[in-house]
């Protein structure tokens, strides 16, 4: 049973920052890919990070030089640090697995730039 949870979401001020986790479990094959997704009000989920097997990373230009995902390979965890955050990073964050040939969603975590 495949299982990943999230954590770190919150409310914080503009330019603040942010770290969320993404912690996988019941996965027995090799983890392909680990990334975030994010979904705010009436729009449609957007990319946000990906970081491959091997170590290389994708970004969207929206968060580009401002966020910065990592993983722990021993914990099957993926994060995500945001920096430097801005209203318009208000949004649910998903964290998103791809084994198997196929994606595993987290259950989200809101995370709400404000003052």
């Known amino acids: 049973q495949v299982q990943l949870v999230e954590s770190g979401g919150g409310l914080v001020q503009p330019g603040g920052s942010l770290r969320l986790s993404c912690a996988a479990s019941g996965i027995s094959t090799s983890i392909d890919a680990m990334g975030w997704y994010r979904q705010a009000p009436g729009k449609e989920r957007e990319f946000v990070a990906r970081?491959?097997?091997?170590?290389?990373?994708v970004y969207a230009d929206s968060v580009k030089g401002r966020f910065t995902i990592s993983r722990d390979n021993n914990k099957n965890t993926v994060y995500l640090e945001m920096n430097t955050l801005k209203p318009e990073d208000t949004s649910v964050y998903y964290c998103?697995?791809?084994?198997?040939?196929?994606?595993?969603w987290g259950q989200g975590t809101q995370v709400a730039v404000s003052s």
């Open positions: 970081i491959i097997s091997g170590g290389s990373t």
């Open positions: 998103n697995v791809w084994a198997d040939y196929r994606p595993y």
